[in-house]
């Protein structure tokens, strides 16, 4: 045995993570279903490091260093179960099988609990950055004991991206903590990109900018506090041009977001929680809106407001910093409920979730790397219990900043009937939260009166129940 950690299924994020690890000196076993696989990652890329190719589970396992690391990369779901029953009863205790796919963090606590009853460490990873971050640097969240973060750790720390020397990686928590992180950090991706999406959709529909112009804001935008990855790529795929026919890439693609799931489970998880992630929900959903095709097409003849050169006329000057400032505030809600939903994850299963080095390891590597990700995790590192992203100092000051410029934009997208699910959802939960009074009152009222689900009052302690089909005079205590 020589390899200090081996890579089982070779497609192109685990060949490299592979070439990663092998790249910072370290051996690395190999191993793939088909065998044809392993070879190729061995002719192509053999010279960047030292890398042990196998062709069996037996081989595979003899080649590794005790306590044996094995990553596991293959699809979420029924194959990560099927490499686990294969490899696990030739383990021995105090082995360490990592999954690095993006598994659903409860079938991460199930397998966890099982491989432990066996002596086994499970480790469920986020890792993310994609194709190319996971060869030279992702962003990576595991879970699993504190007890194989010890060993493990280092080789991570070691691969992953660095933000000011410091690694993008750290123990997030026990068990399914890490695939729960990174599941929030795929809804704040969906939260983001639906933003950013909204603000291109907004600088064509109402000041008329070309692709290739909107573009050239978004690079404006970048070198300020919206720095950021999702940002830097947006303006490139702005500014391309289709080779085939000379028009707007963007116009040329098809008007219907897929989704492989993640952002599904993070919405679900939070009806499940009772945490308001509505950016998320509303960013999910409006995939799900675009890729009804025949709903849309059927829906298409629907009268809306004028959109020609006379409304235009009532857009501000200031439009586009507006969007700018909208965008931002948008964005840090998308944040703040997100944090949200890991603080309630947390303590749901007793995770011990530290916020700030969530934030941390954000900052560089992943999808949603950001500048941005250093004013959150200097705000929860100053307040560890921080009760929302929102009041925090330079947070609270900027969102009072923008909420004109914020609400004239949503203004402009209703009256032009440019749809801003985004946008809209976050000003209304910054309205909601900072309500003094909210008509949930009158819900309760509602709910009172038809099915006596009680409610209670604002003076005295106790539930009550309005006799409201008899008497409504007449208040019971419940
Ligand atoms: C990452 C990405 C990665 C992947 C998503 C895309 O962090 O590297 O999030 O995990 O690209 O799964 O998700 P959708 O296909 O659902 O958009």
Not at 11 to 20: D, E, F, P, T
Not at 238 to 256: C, N, Q, R, S
Not at 377 to 389: C, M, S
Request: net charge negative; proline share 5%.
């Amino acid at each position: 045995a020589r390899a200090s950690i081996g890579v089982t299924g070779l497609a192109v994020m685990g060949r490299n993570l592979a070439r990663n690890l092998a790249r910072h000196g370290h051996t690395v076993a190999l191993h793939n279903r088909t065998e044809q696989r392993t070879r190729d990652l061995v002719e192509q890329f053999g010279s960047e490091g030292d890398f042990v190719p196998t062709y069996s589970a037996e081989e595979f396992v003899r080649a590794l260093e005790r306590p044996r690391k094995l990553v596991i990369m293959v699809k979420a779901g029924a194959p990560t179960d099927a490499v686990i029953d294969e490899f696990a009863p030739l383990l021995e205790p105090g082995d360490i099988v990592i999954d690095a796919g993006n598994a659903h963090f409860a079938d991460t606590r199930r397998r966890e609990a099982a491989l432990r009853e066996r002596g086994l460490h499970f480790v469920g990873t986020g890792v993310s950055g994609g194709e190319e971050g996971a060869l030279h640097g992702p962003s990576i969240m595991p879970g699993g004991s504190a007890e194989s973060y010890e060993s493990l750790g280092p080789l991570l720390e070691d691969i992953s991206a660095k933000v000011d020397g410091a690694p993008c990686c750290t123990h997030v928590g026990p068990d399914g903590a890490g695939h729960f992180v990174k599941m929030v950090h795929n809804g704040i991706e969906y939260s983001d990109m639906q933003l950013i999406a909204e603000s291109f959709d907004l600088l064509r529909g109402a000041l008329g900018l070309e692709p290739a112009q909107i573009a050239e804001t978004f690079r404006t935008w970048n070198t300020g506090r919206l720095d950021s990855y999702l940002i830097e790529i947006t303006a490139e795929v702005l500014a391309h041009t289709d080779p085939h026919t000379g028009k707007p890439f963007v116009d040329i693609v098809a008007d219907e977001a897929e989704q492989k799931g993640t952002g599904r489970w993070t919405v679900q998880n939070g009806l499940e929680l009772g945490v308001p992630i509505t950016g998320i929900a509303e960013a999910t959903f409006a995939r799900s809106l675009s890729g009804h095709a025949g709903l849309r097409q059927a829906a298409r003849g629907l009268a809306g407001p004028d959109r020609g050169s006379a409304a235009r006329q009532g857009v501000p000057e200031s439009f586009a910093d507006d969007v700018e400032q909208a965008l931002y505030a948008s964005k840090v809600v998308a944040y703040a409920q997100g944090f949200h939903q890991i603080q309630a994850g947390s303590a749901e299963f007793g995770w011990n979730i530290d916020l700030a080095s969530v934030a941390a390891i954000w900052r560089g590597g992943c999808i949603i790397r950001a500048t941005f990700l250093d004013d959150i995790r200097a705000a929860y590192r100053a307040e560890p219990t921080l009760p929302t992203l929102l009041t925090s100092g330079g947070f609270r000051k900027a969102v009072e900043d923008a909420q004109d410029a914020w609400r004239s934009v949503v203004a402009t997208a209703v009256r032009l009937g440019i749809p801003t699910p985004g946008f809209s959802t976050a000003l209304a939960y910054y309205d909601g939260l900072r309500a003094d009074r909210l008509p949930a009152s009158l819900i309760q009222g509602q709910r009172d009166y038809f099915g006596a689900h009680t409610y209670r009052r604002v003076d005295r302690e106790g539930s009550f129940h309005t006799t409201w089909a008899t008497d409504p005079r007449v208040e019971h205590e419940a």
